[in-house]
């Protein structure tokens, strides 16, 4: 199994930065791939960013050039740079990890961005 614990989310205004972060332990030989989803009130969860062992990333369109993911393998770790926040981008982010039998998810945090 797989744990993930998520930290930095918050209330900011519009144009300002977060840094959420996501640290796993438990089966961290079984990581490979980690990601950032979000949930808004009434929507779907979504995926924001993906990046693979090797540092190759995905954005979704809504935050590219303004999201960066980054991870530290050394300490199962991977971040979310979050600049230029608009209140668009209000939402619970996840943390995520797929496994080989399912994903595994954070208990997600919150981001709130004011107008």
């Known amino acids: 199994q797989v744990q993930l614990v998520e930290s930095g989310g918050g209330l900011v205004q519009a144009g300002g930065s977060l840094r959420l972060s996501c640290a796993a332990s438990?089966?961290?030989?079984?990581?490979?791939?980690m990601g950032w989803y979000r949930q808004a009130p009434g929507k779907q969860r979504d995926l924001v960013a993906r990046?693979?062992?090797?540092?190759?990333?995905n954005y979704a369109d809504s935050v590219k050039g303004r999201f960066t993911i980054s991870r530290d393998n050394a300490k199962n770790t991977v971040y979310l740079q979050m600049n230029s926040l608009k209140p668009e981008d209000t939402a619970v982010y996840y943390c995520?990890?797929?496994?080989?039998?399912?994903?595994?998810w954070g208990q997600g945090t919150q981001v709130t961005v004011s107008s």
């Open positions: 995520a990890v797929p496994l080989v039998d399912g994903t595994a």
């Open positions: 438990g089966s961290i030989a079984s990581i490979n791939d």
């Open positions: 990046i693979t062992v090797g540092g190759s990333t």
